[in-house]
């Protein structure tokens, strides 16, 4: 289950401050490492397999509020998949990684999605396909289509990233964080409709325990 979102307030007074938890999920050797390391030190470097989980904190501040990331890089190797549930447990988002250049990689990335969709409600996280690796197009094995397809069908993000090129890398989180921004709203909207709900009944008769809280 998705940990609620840490709201505080930022330096400024006004904008209000949200701490997500965000996991990076997908095979070995498909680049989520790379891809955090580009997105938070805006650098690129060819790194070595994760053991268990790298951990990234990455701030942006937006006109509407602060979002700080809490970046969880798991482990692509086969024998840690069966602990990395321990890693995405609170997660408000997730990206599952796949590199165009290799076919399996996405077959995998649907396997975590079943994962996810066994610890998560329906839209209880914000959940991305990231095609990544795109410096090497040429060498793609899995269609630009053929992701978006997959992606729509599931209600996904979806977006092709290069960690070496820094290609839409900065695009994706972004998207993360509008969508999850959308939520609070949707979710700040919702107890004035419930109060309003609540003095109808209580002017009707008909108020009851629940509604006298």
Known sequence: MAQKAMPGTSLEGIRPTYTYKVVLLGSMSVGKSSLAYRYV??????????????????????????????????????????VCHLYYRGAHAA????????????????????????EFL??????????????????????????????????????ETSAKSSHQVNDIFMAIAQDLLQREQEKASTPSLHRRSTVDLGESGARTGCCQL
């Open 95 to 118: 990206l599952l990684i796949y590199d165009i250049t290799n076919k399996e990689t996405l077959n995998k990335a649907k396997l975590w999605l079943r994962d996810l969709e066994k």
């Open 122 to 159: 329906p839209n209880e996280i914000v959940i991305a396909l990231v095609g990544n690796k795109m410096d090497l197009a040429a060498e793609r094995e899995v269609a630009t289509e053929e992701g978006e397809e997959f992606a729509r069908t599931k209600g996904l993000l979806f977006m």
């Open 41 to 82: 030190k805006n650098d690129f470097k060819e790194l070595l397999p994760t053991v268990g989980c790298s951990f990234f904190t990455q701030t942006l501040n937006l006109e509407v509020a602060t979002v700080k990331f809490e970046i969880w890089d798991t482990a692509g190797q086969e024998k840690y998949h069966s």
